[in-house]
């Protein structure tokens, strides 16, 4: 096959200059991408990182995912045969490995701390592993080389195995990195103390621990693999036992987010909170965005106006309601359905004046009225009421009798259930008439009017309900925080909010979830690397738009629309 395919391969200089410019191309993508990663001092953090102590660290597992990558990406393109997708694997090892190694003579010759301070001695070192330029630069070579065909030999290896080993490197990667949070949760007696003496010791993942590790991962892929070959081949056969399968699955995960806090601590229990909080809006905003395709990037406004509601309603302070007025203050139970109510309303408001504007105009218009609620409440004219740049303090915590949910990990279960209620109704509401009339809209407005679907009427339903989980977001948010402040609702929420739906997947509530995992979660976990948040949120985006475009966890349907596009 392959000897056909070389055959067929024309001999003009078009296509022959393809495949001679396909590693240069992609050695010098992953080479410039090392020597930048070197020059903003993303390289020097990862180098800190050990994934296996003392042996590997999140450095080397960066530069080997660049050649790495480099490699699996020529293999897969490259026109030729098996001998010239070798030599070109090898070519492109070789040039990554050479924009490297250029970085290191001139670290050696030059001083380059006046414009990089990142370049230090002790990078240099760290890329030489101690060994001098000359050492260094023959080291750098050999292990682009080695890590660019060791992408290319996962590439063309068989499915089933490519994806067990991928999984086992991956299981390696976050037992390592966040080895202080595994150790933490299991700190509990034996045997679970048994399994943490087993794959770590104080400083971090031992190489047996790696191997364990790695062994299991693939293990489970392997019964996962075939458990789900197993369910394919009985999709025929019994319909219930497959929704029995499905709510099975779906409690296990449940009891998994439910212990799962308890066990790991409050820090957790707080990351996990704020992902619940995203996933909560992240649904709203889907229902805008990826059901009736209305751009928000003003969503942020209803999160604020949700969350000012209850801090007017409930907090014991000169600027709440109970101060000036005849209303007492009222508990966060009493207040959530007004500050829902009050997020609805403006939602409405919010939709009337961009009921016909389209597409990027509608970016803009939302973007506009965004700001415009957040300057009016920072205001001058609204500071009496809602205290301005110095906000509304002492806002209470949400009780239910005499128990007060003050820990992170209560909060957690107390947005768990909302976001459990929200997804529901989500669900619901994608099947109904009302979603499918959404989609319409979505896909074309024009057409959707002449089927006879009210416009206006979805549209606004559709900014009422994304308004009302972004209320509900919002006054958990208040009462976490027992404080708010304008400068907790800028744009960047709205940002990182559709940035999870890009990521996740548009229209799919799983991908949701998915979306705000990796984009809230996995930077609240790994604060070390704080200052580089958003510099991974766009290499992220581009590489998702590019590898994925659907999103990592797609709607059915979206997924469809895209490929039939393609």
Known sequence: MEHVQ???????????????????????????LAVYAAAVGILGLFAGRYVIVDAVTLGHVFLAALSGACGAYVWSRSGLALAGRTIQVICAGLIAGLCLVALVWLMSTLSLRWMFTALSADLLRTLTFGEGAVGGSVIILVASVAAAVAGAVLTALPSGLRRGITYGLVAVLIAGVFQELIQIS????????????????????????????????????????????????????????????????????????????VVAGSYIGQVMMLVSLFVLMGMGLNIEVGLAGLLDLGFVAFFAVGAYTIALLTADSDYALAHYTFLPALSFWTALPFAVLAATTVGVLFGLPVLSVKGDYLAVATLGLGEIVRV????????????????????????????????????????????????????????????????????????????????????????????????????????????VYPHSFSLLISINVLALLIVGGMGSLPGVIVGAIVLIGLPEVLREFEEYRYLFYGALLIIVMRVRPEGLWPSPQRRRELRAEA
């Open 6 to 32: 070389e055959l067929s391969v024309p001999r003009t200089g078009g296509l022959l200059s393809a495949n001679a410019t396909l590693p240069l191309k992609a050695g010098a993508i992953a080479g410039i």
């Open 186 to 261: 299991l700190r509990f007696g034996w045997p679970v103390s048994a399994i943490r003496e087993a794959l770590y010791v104080w400083g971090g993942l031992t190489m047996q621990g790696a191997a364990i590790v790695f062994i299991a991962a693939c293990a489970i892929c392997w019964l996962a693999g075939r458990m789900k070959r197993r369910r394919r081949s009985g999709d025929t056969e019994d319909p219930a036992s497959q929704s029995r399968n499905q709510l099975l699955n779906a409690l296990v995960l449940l009891g998994v987010l439910v212990l799962f806090p």
């Open 376 to 483: 009016l409440v920072i205001s001058d004219a609204a500071k009496p009421f809602l205290g301005g740049a110095q906000g509304i303090l002492q806002i209470p915590k949400p009780s239910i009798g005499s128990f007060e949910l003050a820990d992170p990990v209560y909060l957690f279960y107390l947005t768990l259930v909302f976001v459990l209620i929200a997804a529901y109704v989500a669900w619901r509401l994608e099947g109904s008439r009302l979603g499918r009339a959404w989609t319409a809209i979505r896909d074309d407005e024009d057409v959707a009017q002449a089927l006879g679907i009210n416009l206006v009427q979805s549209k606004l339903l559709a900014y009422g309900l994304g308004a009302a989980f972004a209320g509900l977001a919002g006054a958990i948010f208040a009462t976490m925080l027992t404080s």
